[in-house]
């Protein structure tokens, strides 16, 4: 194991655990399936801390990676970092889902973290957002705008003070917006 903390792309401290792991005992499991059964057992390993589980992503580059993304008011630090990482190793080694080899890496989502689920919509309501759409909107891909709610299918943004109903499905990402 080996502990991995960084400057980001913006200037961002990064923070980073790492673990190889083997093969598979259990089979083989889709990437989906991977990601619902590593979220709740971090989810369950969680439980009786102060730390939320944002997100987990199963996904290839060059190698395979397992990142699980972790918050807390105030900010996770290395060691919040460290401890999910050796409780969740301890249980991906017994149980042993994954069949290829891949990386851990446990973090905090960063700055600019990209809002996907609802209870993120509800924290950051008030918070400036960029909104990224899969096709132009009024001629623009890209819009800054403040959060005001998510509501179903519906997003809704303010925009030089007014409130702007968006097709939730229209839109790529959302994402907390950050000004230097």
């Given at each position: ?6 400057i ?10 790492y ?5 598979c ?26 730390l ?15 990142r699980?993304f ?8 290395l ?39 609802d ?8 918070r400036?957002?960029?909104?990224h ?24 943004v303010?925009i ?21």
């Amino acid at each position: 194991m080996a502990a991995i903390a960084g400057i980001g792309e913006w200037g961002v401290p990064t923070l980073i655990f790492y673990t190889v792991y083997g093969r598979c005992k259990m089979g083989q499991m889709k990437r989906e399936q991977i990601e619902t059964w590593v979220t709740e057992k971090a989810e369950q390993l969680l439980a009786s801390t102060s730390l939320e589980l944002v997100d987990v992503e199963y996904v290839r580059e060059k190698d395979w990676y397992l990142r699980v993304f972790i918050d807390k008011e105030g900010g996770v630090d290395l060691e919040d970092c460290q401890q999910v990482s050796e409780k969740l190793s301890k249980v991906l080694d017994r149980e042993d889902p994954i069949r290829d080899n891949y990386l851990l890496e446990v973090s905090s989502p960063g700055l600019d973290r990209i809002l996907k689920k609802d209870k993120d919509f509800l924290r950051y309501a008030g918070r400036t957002v960029d909104i990224h759409f899969f096709a132009p909107r009024e001629g623009k891909k890209d819009w800054v705008g403040e959060l005001v709610k998510k509501d179903g299918p519906c997003l809704v943004v303010r925009i030089n003070g007014t409130e702007t109903p968006l097709d939730y499905t229209q839109i790529a990402q959302v994402r907390l917006h950050i000004d230097f």
